[in-house]
């Protein structure tokens, strides 16, 4: 057999299956099944350096596919070690679920929902070695580690161990809903009993969720006991029609969407529920959709993207549809898009303050937080003061848009307790936020009208400077 260059990562490869009259300058890579942790004795970066040293050009079509899992095992080896960071940052911090997430959302400049989850599932697995041994060898995912962790939260202690075991035994040859199936079906029958109390307390967390999409499209999301979901269904299902009429050429899940769309248009229509409760307000205004625009927008002079309240941009076309039947106030704004100030030396703000920060601010302004600014509690960034002597000697307001800012219910409190500062910069809108670290990250406004720059045309590039003749 002549001399051959192989890149054998699996110790699978045998001289029997390499043909005698293979050319010297054929490269043979290996990877006919995945390397066995040993192989990189446990160590996420001697794999990645590993696979990393195979020319992915080089690879027979198997080889390829087994290529790809063989990085997702250093993915999960990668998510495993994260995690362990994650749990050493928790075990030096006091109320760590309630403070690290925020810090963690600001680092990785994502969402406290998304960096909770991250906390949540690095600190589960540490409650159990199995997970975490397996997590860290790369034989499961986060995703599965997410099932594990969640269909057994409730197991009682005597039986979790054992029903924790069989299923990272049984993930390693599971999609992510079998393994759903098979713990559901463990856990059932480890206790009975128990699940039905589960069954009882779940039934108290239904409730409705908006998780948008693109396109000015959303989805509404109902959580509900099966019953009550099947109920409303059957509703849905009667009101589209068993069968379109012959000028409908709408199918039956659009007519589905219409007949549940056209439920609560009515209600905010009416301002009045089925039974003719009127919908209470929040912050003194009646519940209505809230629509930017602007004006040259309305009137058709351009098509610059509006912005509606909860969801965000939406083509100039939708805001002229809801124009048609919509009650309209005036926001002026300064050259950047911001609103210009108002103020009151009460403590309380008007009407007319109110609306007007929520409309600035349209969300929390702490960074990242997507909740809507008509569902937050207004905070005075330098707490109000409430004495005499303030109030009669200082001609400055308290409360005006300069101090007022919109925070979800969390960061409020968070502010008020003192483990963030805040500051900002009246010229340019931005919030800067403080941690106890002293690490600071920046909440940039985002502007009531905005003109797209996208589109705009600008000259190419000067082409790169010709470096002559080699050597350089």
């Not at 446990?42 to 990393?52: H, I, P, W, Y």
């Not at 080889?63 to 994260?82: E, F, G, P, S, T």
């Not at 509900?224 to 899940?253: M, Q």
């Not at 210009?340 to 303050?353: E, F, H, K, M």
Request: with cysteine; net charge negative; hydrophobic share 45%.
């Amino acid at each position: 057999m002549v001399a051959m260059t192989a890149t054998l990562l699996d110790g699978r490869l045998d001289a029997a299956d390499v043909p005698t009259t293979m050319p010297a300058r054929v490269r043979v890579a290996g990877l006919a099944d995945l390397p066995e942790p040993s192989v990189a004795g446990g160590d996420v970066g001697v794999l990645a350096t590993m696979l990393g040293s195979v020319a992915v050009a080089d690879l027979s079509d198997v080889a390829l596919v087994n290529a790809v899992a063989a990085w997702q095992r250093v993915l999960n080896m990668a998510q495993a070690a994260q995690a362990e960071v994650v749990r050493e940052i928790e075990a030096r911090t006091v109320d760590a679920l309630a403070r690290v997430p925020d810090e963690l959302a600001c680092a990785l400049v994502c969402t406290r929902r998304a960096a909770q989850d991250l906390f949540l599932r690095a600190w589960g697995a540490g409650q159990h070695p199995a997970v975490a041994d397996a997590w860290a060898a790369g034989a499961i995912d986060a995703r599965k580690v997410d099932v594990i962790l969640a269909e057994t939260a409730q197991v009682e202690a005597g039986a979790v161990r054992a029903v924790v075991a069989d299923a990272v035994e049984q993930a390693v040859e599971l999609t992510a809903a079998q393994l759903t199936r098979h713990l559901r079906a463990s856990v059932i029958g480890s206790d009975p009993a128990a699940a039905e109390a589960r069954r009882v307390a779940e039934r108290a967390r239904r409730g409705v969720f908006l998780d948008l999409a693109p396109d000015a499209m959303a989805r509404l999301i109902a959580y509900l006991p099966a019953a009550e979901a099947t109920a409303a269904f059957t509703v849905i299902d009667a009101l589209a029609g068993n069968g379109a009429p012959d000028s409908d050429p709408r199918p039956i899940d659009q007519r589905r969407a219409d007949a549940f769309a056209d439920v609560f248009t009515t209600i905010l229509d009416r301002q009045a529920t089925l039974d003719g409760t009127p919908l209470p307000s929040r912050h003194g205004q009646r519940a209505a959709l809230q629509v930017s625009v602007a004006a040259t927008t309305l009137l058709g002079l351009d098509d610059h993207p509006a912005t509606l309240g909860s969801y965000g941009p939406i083509p100039a076309q939708v805001a002229r549809e809801l124009a048609q039947d919509a009650t309209w106030r005036r926001i002026l704004t300064d050259p950047a898009g911001q609103v210009c100030a108002v103020g009151t030396t009460a403590y309380r703000p008007g009407a007319d303050l109110t609306r007007t920060v929520i409309a600035r601010d349209v969300t929390c302004t702490f960074p990242g937080c997507r909740q809507p600014a008509t569902r937050c509690e207004l905070d005075h960034r330098i707490p109000y003061d409430h004495s005499q002597a303030r109030r009669e000697h200082d001609a400055d307001p308290q409360t005006c848009l300069e101090n007022l800012h919109a925070l979800c219910k969390h960061h409020h409190q968070a502010k008020t307790t003192g483990w963030w500062q805040v500051t900002w910069d009246k010229n340019t809108g931005i919030s800067t936020w403080t941690d106890r670290h002293g690490l600071t990250y920046a909440r940039h406004p985002i502007p009531v009208h905005t003109t797209p720059t996208a589109a705009i045309h600008r000259p190419p590039p000067p082409p790169p400077p010709d470096p002559g003749d080699p050597p350089f």
